[in-house]
C-alpha cells in the first residue's frame, strides 16, 4: 500500500472520528448514542441534530476542504508557501461589500440578498486582480495585486465602520469577519455547495498545469498551456472556493496556510498529492478547532476565525521551526 493511500485512509478515518466528537457537542446533553435511537426523542431533540447540528458537522468539513485546497492552489500558482486565499483580496472583497450595504441601511431591503452581494465582490475583487496582474509571468504582480486590493478593502472598510452612525454596525460586521459556525443551517450549506463545487473542479482540473508550473514556466509553455489563461482560472477557483466559505460563516484564516504546510511535513510532496491531501487536513483542521469552541465556556461562543488564528500561529511557527533546523543539519 502506497504512502499516499495510508494517508488518505488514516484522515478519513479521522475526520469520521471527529465527526462523531463533533456530533456529540452540546449544551442540549445529546450524545451520539442519540443518532441510534431517533425514534425516541422529541421532536425538539430531533430538530436539535437534524437541523443545527448536522448541518454545522457538514459546514466546518466542506469550509476546512474548501481552504486547504484553495491554499494548496495558491502556494503551488505563486510557488510560495506562505500564499493563502486571502492573498487573492476576495476576502476583504466580500467583507467591504458587506460593511457598504451596512452602512448605506440597506440590509433591511437586501439581507437575503447578502451572501451573494458580499460573493459579487469577492469576485470583484479577483477581477481586479487579474487585470492588474495582467499577462506577465511575474508571481510578485499577483502577489502586489492582491495585497494592493486587501488593504485598500481594508481602509475602506474602517473608515466605513467609523463613520457609520449605526451602532451596531461592528457587531454585524463582526460576524462576517471573524468567522464562526454558530447558527448556521442547511441554507448555509446549500449556499456554498455549489461554488465549493466549480471551484475545487477547476482546481483539480488544472493540476497538470500546476504541476508543470513546479519546475518553471518555460515547462508550462513547452507543454502547451497558456500561462496567463491558466493562471487567470486558478486565481477564480480560489476566488470561488474562499469565496464560497466567507458567505457560509465568515472569514476563517490560517487554515488555507497551514494545511499544505502540514500535508508536506509528512513528505506529500507531488502537487496532485498536496491539493488533495491539504483539503483532507484542512477538514481535520476546521473540525478540530469547533470542536475545542465548543469544549471551552466562557460565557458564549468564541468566533471560529479568532481560535483559528490563535491555535494556527503558533503550529505555523513551530513547523517553520522544525523546517529550519532540519536544513541546518543537513
Not at 156 to 181: C, D, K, R, V
Amino acid at each position: 500500500m502506497s504512502s499516499i493511500v495510508k494517508w488518505v485512509l488514516a484522515l478519513t478515518l479521522l475526520i469520521i472520528a471527529l465527526s462523531a466528537w463533533h456530533l456529540s457537542q452540546g449544551s442540549s446533553g445529546l450524545t451520539l448514542w442519540d443518532w441510534w435511537r431517533t425514534d425516541a426523542l422529541s421532536a425538539y431533540q430531533q430538530a436539535i441534530l437534524a437541523d443545527i447540528r448536522l448541518p454545522r458537522l457538514v459546514l466546518a468539513v466542506v469550509n476546512g476542504a474548501v481552504l486547504g485546497l484553495a491554499g494548496a492552489a495558491m502556494q503551488l500558482l505563486l510557488r510560495n508557501p506562505l500564499a493563502e486565499p486571502g492573498l487573492t483580496g476576495v476576502s476583504s472583497g466580500a467583507a467591504l461589500t458587506t460593511v457598504a450595504v451596512l452602512y448605506f441601511g440597506l440590509l433591511p431591503t437586501f439581507s437575503w440578498l447578502l451572501p451573494f452581494i458580499a460573493l459579487t465582490g469577492g469576485l470583484a475583487a479577483i477581477v481586479v486582480v487579474v487585470v492588474m496582474a495582467g499577462n506577465y509571468a511575474d508571481v510578485n504582480r499577483v502577489i502586489l495585486a492582491g495585497v494592493a486590493i486587501s488593504s485598500l478593502a481594508g481602509a475602506i472598510m474602517a473608515l466605513l465602520l467609523y463613520l457609520a452612525p449605526n451602532p451596531f454596525a461592528f457587531q454585524e460586521w463582526s460576524q462576517w469577519t471573524l468567522g464562526s459556525l454558530a447558527n448556521r443551517g442547511w441554507s448555509h450549506v446549500n449556499l456554498m455547495l455549489p461554488f465549493a463545487l466549480i471551484g475545487a473542479v477547476l482546481v483539480l482540473t488544472q493540476s497538470r498545469f500546476l504541476t508543470a508550473l513546479t519546475f518553471s514556466e518555460e515547462t508550462v509553455v513547452s507543454m502547451g498551456y497558456s500561462y496567463p489563461t491558466r493562471r487567470n482560472l486558478v486565481l477564480i477557483a480560489v476566488a470561488l472556493l474562499a469565496g464560497s466559505s466567507v458567505v457560509s460563516v465568515g472569514i476563517i484564516g490560517f487554515v488555507g496556510l497551514l494545511a499544505p504546510h502540514l500535508v508536506r511535513l509528512v513528505g506529500l510532496n507531488h502537487p496532485k498529492q498536496v491539493l488533495s491531501m491539504s483539503a483532507l487536513a484542512g477538514a481535520v483542521l476546521v473540525l478540530s478547532i469547533d470542536i475545542f469552541v465548543r469544549l471551552i465556556s466562557v460565557g458564549r461562543e468564541l468566533p471560529l476565525g479568532v481560535v483559528a488564528a490563535v491555535i494556527g500561529a503558533p503550529l505555523l511557527i513551530a513547523l517553520l521551526v522544525r523546517q529550519k533546523s532540519r536544513q541546518a543539519v543537513r
